[in-house]
């Protein structure tokens, strides 16, 4: 039994909310239950060092949680000085998952930079991280083509992420807090539209499992990208009237 | 003339939601027109290092902006390392308005942080911010009452604040982005519903001002912060029915 | 009665004394009683990158406090790798009063950094530092002058500041350090010689006030100014022999 | 075709020296071809702050990379004054790995942190940074042991890991830096004596990555573990003379 | 021919002046010619954490330069975030040499730091400091003697430090800027009162040198610390009435 | 008596293994007896910023401590977030040495970096670099002399340093860990294989001390250098069959 009530194979309320801030090029707040993350997407017309004069664009995050998105107030990263392992480990899943649908050459020169931020945390902020920031970019890239600044749709897929993991030795979909904090194994898997994977990460926090409860996992995780893309559809055709 | 065609003592639309996000003690989202800040209250049962011991309690702030919260997106202060002197600068004033209306010996031997974070930036996040604390703070307070951890009202007053400006020659009130960044002075009142002044700063950016140019700057900010305690009094009322 | 034994109107000694050390284009020791700070005016013949090329100057100060100008001894900034928030908020202060005399325009595309050394420490640095910085920039664009790299003076007013306060209910100026920890409000302005303010900061410390002490603190400001200014043209004058 | 000519399923040379340094409890350089980690595992009698006086012990890591390991130079981060993300991922991946062998309640109130220090890189440096500090776990778990500070083994399985890829198009086991600088996708797998598996990570570099290469990866993965498996247990065999 | 026109053993003018600043238990302006350094001795009643419980003391050093207390303005250490490593080698031997002279045992559970800040730069600032740092230690110590802290004298000897190098081929002493930028070799040799030696380092810049030279340097310095221990002596006596 | 049972005058072991890493243009483990330091010397095509364009190159060195190269572990550098004031005061010392023997204007303008990790340190890490460091650079100056890039040789002389002190009131060659951290004095030589001296340190640890103890250092230092000299020589003959 979930604490939640859930079946071990539902989620939870997806809302995708565009144009939640108006300066930022793409802006999203997105939640999954509890979980709220807000994300815009800025198109700024240079490139990292390693990419000038190499006529490719790049796609990269930024994440951060406010001090009191948690239960318990944590300590600010910019008054500490640095960000923690955690956060910079998410942010490079986030940006390597958004290249993944990304022609970076049809971008041209350009950076797009996608800021994360979770308002409130319950649970699988990573995956509605980059569930939303898929929007986000997607309203971006609409913006560059209706001005003409692309021709090409460098976007080649629709791109969701979400959580399972073993949680009272049962397999289960979209984690939330109380069952994150207390899984045996959790996982995170980043999966295309055209059912490809860009990103599988399972980690033992209790038990280590065999590939059985992974190939579990990975099941579960279709059937939440399943209804995450319906959202990220119907986000996007509501922005944009498309 | 105002780009935003308002009449000089024209306060923007103030929009107060208590309670926005689910952990913090207290919760606010503040909106005056197109600048919006989230403030939460944490109660922490601990005080900094100089007050140990001393049977006296702390209200302190911290203030970020999100990087896409403006016109073109910022560096993020996590990932530079450091809080800018204006992040600190506004801060510390932050910390100190709250404090001015709050009893810290009645409070007792623990701490409330003000976490304000601007998620979308139009001029004045400061004084929108500590207006939008106090209801924060009152609502946390609220809790500690509540619970019977507080017998006697540590808050002695509303505290409010709002910006004000010289642009084109003409004294002000609650200056948005496009006034703030022509304006010939810029000032900052925070005040007491009793007319007492907390704070006062005046700071010449384009032409010096005098005595007379002050005392309007200070008249207008009286009617923009009897408006705002006004909106403060019923987002508390709405939020604990009181 | 003031500690001191001064009347309220009474400001401290000033000492101004020019050419205190050889290397800079224009230094200066001040000292208001025992509070004296070392300010040095370098000339740079570059400027930010924000102002590159756009054939304007700029005037920006740093300020810091040896770690024993103080009654006990406060930790070395360098040595904790940060400035306090203190330290940038009144570098801050230092640098836009310079700047609200000084036509960048006229400067040319160079900087002027004023360094703000506090030797030792009796309340009021960041006002001592303001205007003995206005003396030691005045001896730096005279020899810009000299050398004929400006011909046409870019110092348009002279700027002095000065703290006062509401010490035991009593508006008083200048306030020394056992003033400043007890006052209940305590404001620092920044005053132009044709009676112009370039900026009023008043905060309570203690006990919030009213706008007829604001403005009998404004006053004291501007006697305390007119004796300032009169030191700075003694100071200058003895320097150059003009 | 693999650059190197090994079969798709052929590890390079595993060696392992323990007792490679003298001072800590355990040491080994282990080397997966050219690639050479010097992992030290250190006792010490305290634990974390969060663990104190809980009765349990930790397991943590820390990894670095000498700044010649590679074939340019990389700047040493002690000097850059940060850790990269890179970094801290792989040394919580380290400490992770271990610590799912490990029961922590056995281990009693102390810590053992695992050094692991890149000497030599091309390729894997994570993988054989884990295979190693299991050996200087090992070993420093043994003179726990032998001097009678625990009485009951703590470790309860080795552990290994290995990374395998998509290399043009096949997949292939334990990629050296050609390969792994050009593998479409870059799989890391960390896997129990018992078959278990502790962590899984498989990122599209080039091209995303369907079910049926996930789990050839793994078998793969499988392949390369048991042979680490048994270079473990001999030089495990060969210090202790067990 | 020396640029300054002084002979080869000849230093510059001495100049000590004890109590220059007022809060500090001591302080002092020493000069060496244009090199100016103001020393403060700080007491404090705790150890560093190594040393508690020891029943020993400790003196420490910390060593700044003012931004422009050179002929180019150098950038502020607490600006830039960390102390060179050029400050932290000075402020290391600053330390030693004046517990060469002190007995901590005697000294008891306190510390005493003390601050060296250069105020004018002209070559052999840190020699200046350790020379300075010696009265302003005498100055405090005897503080802690008169109140009856300590009964018996901690400092046993006298300590003076001095700078001598190779100049167009000739040993010289007290090298004044000039002779710093240009020598083949320079030295600074901290010495005590008893002719023993505290530390003596001689570092080739242009050109190595012999055990002749260094023996030639040694004896410049002796020349050079007999008038500094005079100055101190006198220093001393005129601040106590000795 | 010695610790280890050595002469006065005797060296330990002295090891040279060059070539230890493959991806570095110079490398050699260096182990005087049990301490051992890995050296890499990287050739860099560009120069730091103050030599740009003059047509000169550099050398300079970076040093580092593995965690565990101790009897107790340190704290990591990178993690810590800057290196401590003893590392840097021993880069400064190993950069300028080797630059003692380089003419910079014949190496033309490229960099090379000494990178000097220690991975076991018994006494004596820092001479053991600089003797290693000089047979990483001459390696590396051999292939830029092979490549053609180089005609003649930048290298003028052989460096070589070693540690001396008084022990027990006894002057010894070599201090290993347990005589280093109890002698009265604690010396450093850096010498040129012409008799020479590039730098020379001699530090007071308990006892200060007299003119003839520092020369019977130095006479040790040389017994020492010789066998350094001969072993460098053996190295590089070995490594590059000359």
């Known amino acids: 039994m979930r604490p939640s009530g859930r079946a071990p194979d539902e989620m939870r309320a997806i809302t995708i909310t565009p144009n939640f801030t108006r300066h930022a090029e793409g802006s ?16 700024e017309e240079k490139v990292p060092p ?9 796609v990269t995050a930024e994440y951060g949680m406010l001090p009191r998105a948690t239960h318990t107030r944590g300590a600010r990263e910019a ?6 392992g955690r956060t910079q480990e998410i942010q490079r899943l986030i940006g390597r998952s958004l290249r993944a649908v990304t022609d970076l050459k ?7 930079v996608l ?11 990573r995956t509605a991280a980059i ?10 890239v609409d ?14 897929h629709k791109v969701a992420a979400v959580s399972c993991g073993m949680y009272q030795g049962q397999a289960v979909l979209d984690l939330d807090y109380p069952e994150d904090s207390n899984a045996e194994a959790d996982a995170n898997f980043v999966l295309l539209d055209d059912g490809k994977i860009a990103e599988a990460q399972a980690t033992a926090e209790g038990a280590c499992y065999d590939e059985e409860s992974l190939l579990r996992l990975l099941r579960l995780a279709r059937i939440g990208c399943t209804q995450i893309f319906a959202a990220q559809e119907a986000a996007v055709s509501g922005a944009t009237g498309r």
């Open 79 to 84: 008054a500490k000085g640095k960000q923690s």
């Open 131 to 140: 569930s939303g920031a898929w929007v986000a970019l997607r309203l971006a």
């Open 115 to 125: 800021d994360c931020d979770v308002i409130q945390a319950d649970g699988g902020t």
């Open 106 to 112: 049809l971008l041209g020169e350009r950076q797009i």
């Open 50 to 58: 390693f990419l000038r004069g190499k006529g490719e664009g790049w």
């Open 28 to 43: 999203v707040l997105i939640a999954f239950g509890d979980t709220k993350v807000l994300v815009t997407a800025s198109i």
């Open 143 to 156: 913006k560059l083509m209706a001005s003409g600044k692309l021709t090409t749709d460098p976007i080649l």
